[in-house]
């Protein structure tokens, strides 16, 4: 029952990626497109004449990155629709000669011959959100050869307060009705606070470096090269901070970042908000009510990022926190994408 529950869930995964909207949003997205272009071209000595297993592989403009470094062959291999449009694609540039489109899942395609790199861009939101990264790990075991390499090779989870004041001018709103109309509904705001903070959803926005409290804490490192598939059912971490100043901590923020290796000095695919906005954005996880915090006030617990149950490419996360002088708290979260959940 739960073989036949997750291929169903990946059926409507895949069904997802067969629209020309998020590819638009990938490829639109600068910081990740070129950061992956400027990773592959880095690191052209170690592909230059060898195989390449592009994992996900989408309209294949990565594998196409892979023979601009002079890769001698790609297997891109990917599972929606979105493949006949790549065959397209890699048609038009003239590749179809180092390029072979293999339209399956990864878990069940076949390749000719074992590959040197293996080369996708798997994140999600919060990292794990669509579990993209076990296809990856299954690839290494399966057809990476001794000594060969994973582009990008490194992930790293972040942790940090914020004040999102989109939250409060929401809250706020209800005290200003009055004024605008003459009618009073001020009895809205314990209302309002439940169904925005309240939620156990995480949400995805665009968080400001103004909005974040303090330096950011590194919970989990990820090496793609030793990772485990056991070791994503639970990746999980600590975190201590020391606010910067007065303000309000109504949610924690998550993002990461990821490693592509490099001869002179690796290059580093951030989600961050002190760096440039990414489709990735940020991953909020808004507390039940907000704390009032000082200069080096301390927000410290421990969080776990783990696969729904009720659907595996789903993320469920588990946040225990303290803030100052405040007890323990703990709240669970969970991201839907909008798919459907199939009966």
């Not at 798997?122 to 669509?130: I, K, N, T, V």
């Not at 592509?260 to 940020?282: I, M, R």
Request: charged share 25%; glycine share 4%; net charge negative.
């Amino acid at each position: 029952r739960r073989k036949l529950d997750r291929s169903a869930h990946d059926n409507v995964y895949f069904e997802s990626y067969s629209d020309v909207i998020i590819h638009e949003e990938m490829i639109a997205d600068k910081v990740r497109t070129n950061s992956y272009r400027l990773g592959i071209l880095k690191n052209c000595k170690a592909i230059k004449g060898k195989v390449v297993l592009d994992v996900g592989a989408g309209t294949c403009v990565l594998s196409i990155f892979c023979v601009h470094a002079g890769a001698k062959k790609v297997y891109a291999v990917e599972a929606s629709a979105i493949a006949e449009q790549a065959k397209e694609i890699v048609k038009l540039n003239k590749m179809e000669d180092k390029i072979t489109i293999i339209k399956d899942m990864l878990e069940t395609a076949e390749l000719p011959e074992k590959v040197d790199v293996i080369v996708s861009e798997w994140m999600g939101y919060a990292l794990l959100h669509e579990s993209m990264l076990n296809s990856v790990l299954f690839a290494r075991d399966k057809w990476l050869k001794p000594g060969g390499f994973i582009l990008p090779s490194v992930a790293e989870l972040y942790i940090a307060p914020i004040n999102d004041p989109v939250v409060e001018d929401r809250l706020n709103f209800w005290s200003t009705v009055k004024d605008q109309y003459g009618v009073d509904m001020t009895c809205m705001y314990d209302f309002a606070r439940k169904c925005i903070m309240m939620t156990s959803e995480i949400a995805v926005n665009s968080v400001t470096m103004e909005d974040v409290l303090s330096h950011p804490a590194k919970f989990a490192e990820l090496n793609l090269h030793t990772v485990t598939t056991e070791q994503l059912e639970s990746v999980k971490g600590s975190f201590s901070c020391e606010c910067f100043g007065s303000s309000s901590v109504n949610a924690l923020c998550i993002w990461f970042s990821v490693t592509f290796p490099g001869e002179d000095k690796p290059l580093v695919l951030c989600t961050s908000p002190f760096k440039q906005e990414t489709h990735w954005k940020q991953s909020i996880l808004y507390l039940d009510e907000a704390v009032e915090v000082g200069q080096d006030t301390k927000v410290a617990g421990e969080i776990a990022l783990s696969p729904s149950v009720k659907n595996p490419r789903h993320l469920c996360v588990h946040l225990d926190y303290s803030i100052g002088e405040h007890t323990n708290k703990a709240k669970t979260f969970s991201m839907g994408d909008g798919f459907p959940d199939p009966e």
